[in-house]
């Protein structure tokens, strides 16, 4: 089976790429446009796989897409390419309203013209997987916000059927296209399936987001930026164990169906990042590498987010009562292997990052 996959040079989507070269038989079409957080370094273990194919192409090229369903006839699409940080997406929204809602209308629109056309065997087995984020459905209610334990621990879970309330220009964006992707399988028949995920963390993360962010701060003695008082909550999912869960929706879910995919791992902002300086501090202790004791004497208390949500948490029952998948990966084991692998590969770190971006804070403008 021949799986295209957009955005496959990104953090998400290299991990799926991987995982289907390393641990399966499918062969792979990666269509990245290469942004600033697409690298193809995150691919060099398995580029020369005879079964890997690359295509730079911008998800918002018709033309383009056209010649590669045409030249490649993926079985499968999984759709990851997008803009997905809040914060950019705060400073400048049109790159998000551009990609996450005109790539995908493309990309749907090129993928229906390709579905239409295939032989009855291969049009019945077609599917297109889009994968969208937990950040649709907008905050929870916060534990902060409650009078007693019992309350706290009765506190909801997004479920599939919550409904959509996003809050920021990313997360609306994102609610677009899983609005699109729906109204193209009610409408035309079209055979997609979508999966909403929790935060995901993991190797190979581009260096904006808040864990791998803290840990090359920390690293170079650097402030450690907390929002607010840290106590925004989410859910943490290691990118491996949502690559296999991606992998096992595309290949085995059933057209029409949502899954959500979580880690069962809510922990507040500013426990994060402490995890980090105590996994640092025992790995590569402060003392050496620093002018501070420990790591967490880095930590600096910033002014919020707008319209920063208090918390996000999945329910994951679907797809472990239909699918089988269930995360491998607790946050204290994922954490330790992600804080080792940034270790061991610096060089990356400094590549990745082209001077486009420094780790200096985005979407604080009016």
Known sequence: MKILVTGGAGFIGSAVIRHLINDTKHAVVNVDKLTYAGNLESLSAISDSERYAFEQVDICNAHELKRVFNQHQPDIVMHLAAESHVDRSIDGPGEFIQTNIVGTYTLLEQARAYWQQLDSKRHASFRFHHISTDEVYGDLPHPDDVQSESEAEALPLFTETTAYAPSSPYSASKASSDHLVRAWQRTYGFPT??????????????????????????????????????????????????????????????????????????????????????????????????????????????????????????????????????????????????????????????????????????????
């Open 193 to 366: 399936i979508i999966t909403n995920c929790s935060n995901n963390y993991g190797p190979y993360h581009f260096p904006e987001k808040l864990i791998p962010l803290m840990i090359l701060n920390a690293l170079e003695g650097k402030p450690l930026p907390v929002y607010g008082t840290g106590n925004q909550i989410r859910d943490w999912l290691y990118v491996e164990d949502h690559a296999r869960a991606l992998v096992k929706v595309a290949t085995e879910g059933k057209i029409g169906e949502t899954y959500n995919i979580g880690g069962h791992n809510e922990k507040q902002n500013i426990d994060v990042v402490r995890t980090i300086c105590n996994v640092l501090d025992e790995l590569k202790p402060a003392s050496n590498t620093i002018d501070k004791e420990t790591y967490a004497d880095l930590i600096t208390h910033v002014q919020d987010r707008p319209g920063h949500d208090m918390r996000y948490a999945i329910d994951a029952s679907k797809i472990k009562n239909d699918l089988g998948w269930v995360p491998q990966e607790t946050f204290e084991s994922g954490i330790r292997k992600t804080v080792q692998w940034y270790l061991d590969n610096q060089d990356w770190c400094t590549r990745v990052q082209d001077g486009s971006y420094k780790r200096e804070r985005l979407g604080h403008k009016s």
